[in-house]
C-alpha cells in the first residue's frame, strides 16, 4: 500500500514548454485534488475530481488542466508553463463514505522551477 | 482572499514549552476544522481534527480549541519537543470534501 504517490519529484521547464504531473492512489478513494503550495500562501486548490472521469475548478484553475481517466490517477498538465507556476505542487486523496472525516491523504509533492 | 486566516507566520520555542497557533474564519458553512503537520520535503499529513459541536480535543499533546461565536480555533503543543519543529496548517470544511487552508505557521523547538 504505497498511498499517494507523484512523478516526477523535482522538474526545470523553459518558459512556454509543457509538462504532465501524474497523481496515483492505491486506496480505492473517489476524490483527488491538485494543490500548489507557495511561501506565505498556504495550500491553494487548484483542480480536483470527484470520481473517474469527472473533473472541476478549484481555487487557482488559470494556465492548467486535468484528467481523470482511471479512478487511481490523476494528471496535472501545463500547456505553456510560465514562471509564475514555479510551485511545489501536491496531490491529495479523500475517501469518499458516510461520515467520512475529509481527512486527505497527500503525497510527497513535486518541486517544479519555470525559467 | 484566503478564508482562513493564520496566525503568528512564525514562532520559536524551547524545548518543554507550549506552542500556540491560532485561526480565524468566516464562513459560517465550515463544519470541519483538521490541522496539518508538513515536514521539509514531505507533504502535508492529517495530526487533528474537530467538529463544532465541541470546544476542546486532545490528542496526546495537541489540543484544538474552538469558539464557534467568535469563529476561531487554535492549536496548542504542549510540552514542545524538537521533532514538532515543521509546519502547521488550519484548514476549514464545509463538508464538501473541499478544504481551504491557512497560510502556515513555522515551529521551531530549540533543544
Known amino acids: 500500500n504505497a498511498g499517494v504517490t507523484q512523478t516526477p519529484k523535482f522538474r526545470v521547464l523553459k518558459t512556454g514548454q509543457s509538462m504532465t504531473l501524474l497523481c496515483a492512489q492505491d486506496?480505492?478513494?473517489?476524490?483527488m485534488y491538485w494543490y500548489r503550495q507557495d511561501p506565505g500562501m498556504g495550500l491553494r486548490l487548484i483542480h480536483y475530481?470527484?470520481?473517474?472521469?469527472?473533473?472541476a475548478k478549484g481555487e487557482v484553475p488559470d494556465g492548467y488542466n486535468v484528467s481523470r481517466l482511471k479512478k487511481q490517477n490523476f494528471l496535472l498538465g501545463l500547456e505553456s508553463a510560465a514562471p509564475s507556476q514555479t510551485s511545489v505542487y501536491f496531490c491529495a486523496s479523500t475517501l469518499l463514505a458516510p461520515h467520512s472525516t475529509d481527512t486527505q491523504y497527500f503525497g510527497p509533492g513535486t518541486r517544479l522551477t519555470v525559467l | 482572499q484566503q478564508q482562513v486566516k493564520q496566525s503568528p507566520q512564525s514562532l520559536i520555542v524551547q524545548k518543554g514549552g507550549i506552542s500556540i497557533i491560532n485561526c480565524a474564519y468566516e464562513n459560517t458553512a465550515f463544519d470541519y476544522f483538521p490541522w496539518y503537520q508538513q515536514f521539509p520535503g514531505k507533504g502535508p499529513a492529517l495530526l487533528i481534527a474537530?467538529?463544532?459541536?465541541?470546544s476542546e480535543k486532545k490528542e496526546g499533546r495537541f489540543t484544538i480549541s474552538f469558539n464557534k461565536s467568535a469563529k476561531q480555533f487554535s492549536l496548542h503543543i504542549m510540552d514542545s519537543q524538537p521533532g514538532d519543529s515543521a509546519t502547521y496548517f488550519c484548514a476549514a470544511s464545509p463538508n464538501d470534501y473541499k478544504l481551504s487552508f491557512g497560510a502556515g505557521t513555522t515551529v521551531t523547538v530549540r533543544a
Open positions: 486506496m480505492n478513494h473517489e476524490y
Open positions: 474537530i467538529r463544532p459541536d465541541v
Open positions: 475530481s470527484v470520481g473517474e472521469g469527472t473533473t
